[in-house]
């Protein structure tokens, strides 16, 4: 079987929802709903509850998050190789009453802690994995040292336009990079509506795979020899948190089984959509292959 190894954040997101029409600059009733969130996380639970042999490398704090977060692991038989920290990372997300992102702040620097050091101690880990993933929560030494030090398929999510800065001296060594369109124009400088330049300059630079998402626009994928855009499809939305890590975990999904990549990714994206949390609880093999998808 083969073995994947995703590295960067696991985080308790906390979602805060109006009950009514969204006010900005306002105090707004609303409900409060805590669950397991982080990109890294997010990525390596789909992919366990695709029954992929998936294994995080991620920091944790002494704390209430380190629990929910091992006991969650234990459930979908997510394997964990933990670096304590003082406390479990926290992202806070104000949502719209249509369910969309207005606002987040993200307490993301314990993440930053994870160092080359305890890659190295990890060394057996990666050798053995047929894929890294990684997420850019992480500082660029580590960074750096992983994409240098491991001839492995390397995928990285780009999460935003600051932190994908990191990956711009290091882009030939990636298999594959997962941005959306604000992060794609923001690294490439490039602010027009042309995906495809946009795309290529990223090609131009070394990475082997492009896939650009752009919410309800659908999204893009670029290779050497390939280049496919496809359109969204409607449901309906209930929050759009780890809509984007699901996309990835469906790729590689995908990827580990020669499946198509774009279906799956799609396919995933969809099924989380529709649900409340980060990672549905609905995320599994047979869901995923029942679950149609067209690019109309």
Known sequence: MKKVIVVGGAVIDIFAKPKDRFIMRDS??????????GVARNIA????????????????????????IMQNAQEVMLKLSIIPVAQTPTYISIL???NDMVAAIADMDEIELISKEDIKKRDSIFQNADYVILDTNLKKETIEYILKT??????????????AEKLMPYLRYIQGLKLNLLEAKHLSENDSDDIE???????SRGVKEVYITMGKEGSFFMSKTQTLKTTSQGVDILNTAGAGDAYFAGMI????????????????????????KAVSDLMNIKNLENLTWTNI
């Open 253 to 276: 999904y995908a990827k580990v089984n020669q499946f198509d990549p774009i279906v799956y990714a799609h396919r995933a994206a969809l099924l989380t959509l529709q649900s409340e």
């Open 28 to 37: 707004n009733p609303g409900y409060l709903i805590k669950s397991l969130g």
């Open 45 to 68: 639970e789909n992919l366990a509850r695709l029954e992929v042999d998936t294994t995080l490398v991620t920091a944790l704090g002494k704390d209430e998050g380190k629990k929910l």
């Open 150 to 163: 491991y001839q492995k398929e390397i995928y990285v999510d780009a999460i935003s336009c600051q932190k």
């Open 197 to 203: 330049q946009i795309a290529k300059f990223f090609i």
């Open 96 to 98: 719209d009453d249509q």
